[in-house]
């Protein structure tokens, strides 16, 4: 048997306004266009793929299940701007099919440059998972599933019991991500590995008339599902949920594959659908995969350099971390907020320079003209965030 695991990252960040070097006031993020933007993407995929899902869920008695993680900033976002969307999710969360898993609350890069910043913001986004689903998450995955046997060893120390990241070949070498498996000296956490073909064959390529496969039906995936049958026990679909009508639109038929899917899946009998936990507990780890050095699943690279790719983004990502000894300490709520807010891992994205095949991913919702005007207008803000911090507490 193959169980289909399917994992989505629910995310958006909290866009910058356009701040100028002589301007002084603390407010740095755009909420119009924040507002614009999250009720475009719930119109468009949050509220019809959740309609989807809970009907599924209904329709097959329970057999069909599934896992999100919805970051702490676009939780705030829909609570202040399209509650109707947090309900959404907050209804499959009581269905008693879906899962909800932890990351870091801000979707930031914390692990690789403060390790206290990191396990602080993960214990805030399980707080507040379990506040709004009702769950403590009890797998963890990493911004962007940013990963090395380092994040594994610290989060099996913060009492996970999965973590998941990407099947990257480079790592994997002869083995398949259709097993599960366990880091380097941790005994006590599993790894999940995500099938990057067939997950992109979902979040990329369907839409795509040039691509030998199109079009995409939910007979031929079942087909390639079947394969992993005698070579593996779980098929890892993990993609951003905007997959579904914001990435790809609803007339490419991503909809209409999505609903016909559990049923091909289903009724061969040789396969099911489980939860990350579920997956986990049902089926044994076959061995160790080491992973030294930090991969992602960002990008045809797989590693880091979507956002340490050039010198702008090391020094913004340097810069903002170096302030957290005094943004900390100084006890303004409010400039803690603001300077979490600056470390969601998207700021830096924006000022990748990899326009190649790449490009588009890097363009999608992207508020600036070039990734040195993303730089310029980060610096000038995280200047503006200096300056608070060095005043005395009043």
Known sequence: ?????????????????RYGVFDSEPYYFDEARNEEICRKVAT???????????????????????TYCVTGTIIEQMRAYIPEAMDSFIALANSGCTEFIAETYHHSL??????????????????MTEEVFGQRPRVFRNTELTYNNDVAKTVEQMGFEAILTEGADHVLGYRSPNF?????????????????????????????RQWPEWPMTAEKFTNWVDQINGNGYVCNLFMDYETFGEHQWADTGIFDFMRALPEKILATGKNDFL???EAIQRYPCVGEVD??????????????????GNSMQANALHDVYALADAVLSSGDEQLI??????????HFYYMCTKWFADGDVHKYFNPYES????????????????????????
């Open 44 to 66: 468009k995929c949050y509220l019809p793929t959740n309609r989807l899902m809970l009907d599924l869920i209904d329709r097959y008695k329970g057999d069909f299940r599934v």
């Open 291 to 308: 992973i030294p050095h930090m991969i992602s699943w960002a990008d045809t690279e797989r590693d880091l350099s979507a956002w340490l």
């Open 337 to 346: 907020a603001d300077w979490r807010k600056l470390q969601t891992s998207d």
């Open 180 to 208: 599960i498996y366990r880091p380097p000296n941790c005994p006590d956490l599993k790894m999940l590995l995500k099938n990057y073909r067939l997950s992109d064959d979902i979040a990329f390529r369907f839409g795509n």
């Open 371 to 394: 990734p040195y005007d993303a730089y310029i207008n980060y610096m000038n803000i995280l200047d503006s965030v200096r300056n608070r911090a060095a005043r005395p507490p009043t």
């Open 1 to 17: 048997m193959a169980s289909v695991v399917f994992y989505f990252q629910v995310h958006q960040p909290y866009r910058l306004r």
């Open 275 to 277: 939860t990350v936990s």
């Open 110 to 127: 914390a692990f690789l440059y403060n390790r206290e910043e990191f396990i602080e913001q993960t214990r805030i986004h399980q707080d």
